[in-house]
């Protein structure tokens, strides 16, 4: 059992470069998130993904694009990339109900804007 | 919106002894749970405890026990026999028992096990 799986772990983009940064968990969770890291600022929730066909933004969406067409997939887009993405990225799963458990986290991908 | 506070960037402790990391938060919610995290140098999120707001009774994993006062909006984590593998970023964490079931996060706490 892999649980949620995130690639690459370490990326460097040029300023205005894009990518998709990939997730995918075999947990058969209904819920998905993306969050960025950054140094002293804990956690902050980018899109997060409730089923699949359905996303919504969260506290700092602006930069980033989501799609969710299956239950296992979650890729997180960047276009035109700024220094300002720089950061860990981190995708997480849970199951509906299952508040108790928390999340289920990747291993997440450290990105650099240069 | 939910916000939770962790006043304590960094700290350190000797091995074997026992430390307490201090998380509060504000909610007007009656019903919801609360979680400490633990990030290792390797970056990945591991789950350490965690309480439902209902329960009165602190919850306990091995060395790992939170005092939750539910008045004072305070969920701090005790470690006890600290080991060196503790040393890790440790973030409080708080969910609603409601709707979606986003995770909001503290800004963290460095802990550094001494030898």
């Known amino acids: 059992n892999a649980g949620v799986t995130q690639t690459p772990k370490f990326r460097i983009l040029k300023i205005g470069q894009s990518m998709t940064l990939q997730c995918t968990q075999d947990m058969n969770h209904n819920y998905m998130y993306w969050y960025r890291q950054d140094p002293g600022m804990g956690l902050k929730l980018i899109y997060y993904s409730v089923g699949a066909g359905i996303t919504d933004k969260g506290e700092v969406p602006n930069g980033y694009n989501v799609s969710r067409s299956t239950t296992e997939d979650f890729p997180l887009r960047l276009e035109l990339a700024a220094p300002s993405q720089t950061s860990v990225y981190f995708c997480a799963s849970s199951y509906v109900g299952n508040r108790e458990d928390g999340y289920t986290f990747g291993s997440g991908t450290r990105l650099t804007v240069v | 919106a939910q916000t939770v506070t962790q006043s304590q960037p960094e700290m350190s402790v000797q091995e074997a002894e026992t430390v307490t990391l201090s998380c509060t938060y504000d909610t007007s919610e009656n019903n919801y749970y609360l979680f400490w995290y633990k990030q290792p140098p390797s970056r990945q999120m591991i789950l350490v405890i965690r309480?439902?707001?209902?329960?009165?009774q602190n919850a306990t994993e091995n060395r790992f026990s939170v005092n939750f006062q539910k008045a004072a909006k305070s969920f701090s984590l005790k470690i006890s026999d600290s080991q060196l593998g503790d040393t890790a970023m440790y973030f409080c964490?708080?969910?609603?028992?409601?709707?979606?079931?986003?995770?909001?996060f503290g800004t963290g706490t460095r802990l550094t096990i001494i030898p």
């Open positions: 964490a708080f969910m609603n028992n409601y709707g979606n079931e986003k995770l909001t």
């Open positions: 309480q439902e707001a209902y329960k009165q």
